[in-house]
């Protein structure tokens, strides 16, 4: 038994601080991810959400939007605010999309730090509307842990992966398989990635289940409207 941990070990550890560790933990989380069909988006999603963390992603958000004409929704890049409909105006992700491509999102959520609080927050904002079906924009290396969330938040996910999105991928040598800096940076978003799979349920069953911001950091009713806010159970 003992020899067997110790195995488990030195097999974590050599995953945490190699090149060819990292490559392989990516590998099992992006063996699934295949590029999404826009007529099956258009034919299905009622909202594509868009999860913020860099611009690859508004990018193919936005193609995506163009190709189908699917409403926006901007998830978690701003940070969280007491006044959202402020936020929302300032989010780099819309601004960005103003820029480049003329797109004012339809839904912009500020107030999540996380993925987790991106599926639940995202619920909080579009659920009284009935959107409940998204395509959902993210790494190809994300999309398993945040498919999961958001289907746990109460909707269902068309994964809509981003080509060739995510961490580098440098060319493999011998270095590649010893222990090394370099390693270690780079498996660090894999094996974020595999403990909140891993391991995210188990925090979820002891903390209980997250519920919407609170009052005092959602948007007065006229605010809302502006920034495409409707608190849950409210109609469309």
Same mark, same amino acid.
């Given at each position: 038994?003992?020899?067997?941990?110790?195995?488990?070990?030195?097999?974590?550890?050599?995953?945490?601080?190699?090149?060819?560790?990292?490559?392989?933990?990516?590998?099992?989380?992006?063996?699934?991810?295949?590029?999404?069909?826009?007529?099956?988006?258009?034919?299905?999603?009622?909202?594509?959400?868009?999860?913020?963390?860099?611009?690859? *992603?508004?990018? &193919?958000?936005? =193609?995506?939007?163009?190709?189908?004409?699917? #409403?926006?929704? @901007?998830? !978690?890049? %701003?940070? +969280?605010?007491?006044?959202?409909?402020?936020?929302?105006?300032?989010?780099?992700?819309?601004?960005?999309?103003?820029?480049?491509?003329?797109?004012?999102?339809?839904?912009?959520?500020?107030?999540?730090?996380?993925?987790?609080?991106?599926?639940?927050?995202?619920?909080?904002?579009?659920?009284?509307?009935?959107?409940?079906?998204?395509?959902?924009?993210?790494?190809?290396?994300?999309?398993? *842990?945040?498919? &999961?969330?958001? =289907?746990?938040?109460?909707?269902?996910?068309? #994964?809509?992966? @981003?080509? !060739?999105? %995510?961490? +580098?991928?440098?060319?493999?040598?011998?270095?590649?398989?010893?222990?090394?800096?370099?390693?270690?940076?780079?498996?660090?978003?894999?094996?974020?990635?595999?403990?909140?799979?891993?391991?995210?349920?188990?925090?979820?069953?002891?903390?209980?289940?997250?519920?919407?911001?609170?009052?005092?950091?959602?948007?007065?009713?006229?605010?809302?409207?502006?920034?495409?806010?409707?608190?849950?159970?409210?109609?469309?």
């Amino acid at each position: 038994m003992l020899g067997v941990l110790a195995l488990v070990a030195l097999a974590s550890a050599w995953l945490r601080t190699t090149e060819a560790g990292a490559r392989v933990m990516l590998a099992g989380l992006e063996w699934q991810s295949t590029p999404v069909d826009p007529q099956r988006v258009g034919e299905q999603a009622q909202a594509i959400a868009v999860l913020g963390g860099n611009l690859d *992603r508004m990018d &193919y958000g936005a =193609r995506l939007h163009q190709s189908t004409r699917v #409403p926006l929704l @901007v998830v !978690g890049w %701003g940070r +969280p605010s007491a006044r959202p409909a402020r936020a929302a105006r300032a989010d780099p992700g819309t601004a960005y999309l103003l820029h480049k491509y003329g797109i004012a999102p339809r839904w912009v959520e500020t107030q999540s730090t996380n993925t987790l609080e991106n599926a639940v927050y995202s619920a909080c904002l579009v659920s009284g509307m009935g959107v409940k079906r998204i395509a959902l924009v993210t790494d190809p290396y994300h999309m398993p *842990r945040a498919s &999961y969330l958001f =289907r746990a938040a109460g909707f269902v996910v068309i #994964p809509a992966p @981003v080509p !060739g999105g %995510g961490p +580098p991928r440098p060319r493999i040598t011998l270095a590649s398989f010893v222990p090394s800096q370099r390693g270690w940076d780079q498996a660090r978003g894999p094996a974020h990635e595999w403990l909140g799979l891993v391991f995210g349920p188990v925090q979820r069953a002891i903390e209980g289940p997250r519920t919407c911001p609170s009052q005092d950091r959602r948007p007065s009713d006229k605010e809302g409207l502006r920034a495409g806010w409707m608190p849950p159970g409210s109609a469309g």
